[in-house]
């Protein structure tokens, strides 16, 4: 697969549901005017190198919502666990080997250019897979567990993703050690997607509750891209008022 021109073709997956734990009905809650899927969607299209860009959800709210703005829609099961199963899914109806890139429903923050860089560098790291990853901000993210830590070479190679702590914070060495937190942004080989969708769950998965330690466990290698910009992932009330704050609306 190679370059055309500047331009590499890469399909876009964004994967949403209503039945967020945390937040329920998120991807329809309201950004300045617009549902935040739509938010996603539109920045999602504002990159050039992707030239195709789908919303794959079980509901139906989602898909009148997208449709509403001329977006297409694929639906999917409703017992996925990961929304890697979902974007998987997909991928067995697309008729094209091109790369895919996960952008999830909840990141309406997302700019053109990180996902510029990172289809740009997956296309010449040779890997299967590639993340966007961002700076931890604070005490509060390395202690959540709703943050995923990752933790990264000198390579940029990932070697471990956790929601714990990781890598240790009980030395003075660990103080001033860089970290760094997965977006919800990842950029997947069609081969990749195929191995995912036909692997069991792996012990690590299962422990961490992070999907992409099931191919990682088997030995696939992924590369580490830093994102450009503030992104917020909307997983809380709190963060959604953050986003609209950011955005220019008052609340």
């Known amino acids: 697969m190679g370059h055309e021109g500047h331009k590499r073709d890469v399909v876009a997956v964004i994967p949403a549901r209503m039945a967020s734990i945390r937040l329920p009905g998120k991807p329809l809650a309201d950004i300045c005017g617009l549902p935040m899927i739509e938010h996603v969607r539109q920045r999602t299209i504002g990159c050039k190198r992707i030239d195709r860009v789908i919303v794959a959800t079980p509901d139906e709210e989602i898909r009148r919502a997208v449709e509403a703005f001329g977006g297409e829609v694929i639906m999917t099961s409703n017992t996925h666990e990961d929304c890697i199963d979902r974007v998987a899914e997909v991928a067995t109806q697309l008729d094209t080997e091109q790369p895919i890139i996960m952008v999830q429903g909840d990141e309406p923050l997302v700019n053109t250019f990180s996902l510029d860089i990172l289809i740009g560098t997956f296309s010449d790291c040779g890997y299967h ?36 702590p990781v890598p240790t914070t009980l030395y003075d060495e660990a103080k001033d050690f860089v970290r760094y937190k997965l977006l919800g942004i990842v950029i997947f080989s069609k081969d990749f997607l195929r191995a995912f969708a036909m692997s069991a769950k792996s012990p ?32 809380n009330e709190l963060e959604l008022k953050r986003v609209r704050e950011i955005m220019g609306e008052k609340v």
Not at 139 to 162: A, C, G, H, M
């Open 129 to 164: 897979c590639a993340v966007l990853v961002e700076k931890l901000r604070s005490v509060q993210e390395l202690f959540s567990r709703d943050v995923v830590k990752t933790v990264i070479s000198i390579k940029n190679e990932v070697l471990y993703f956790s929601r714990e």
């Open 204 to 235: 690590l998965e299962k422990i961490e509750k992070i999907g992409l330690l099931r191919l990682m466990e088997a030995g696939y290698k992924i590369k580490a891209v830093l994102t450009y910009g503030e992104t917020v992932g909307v997983d």
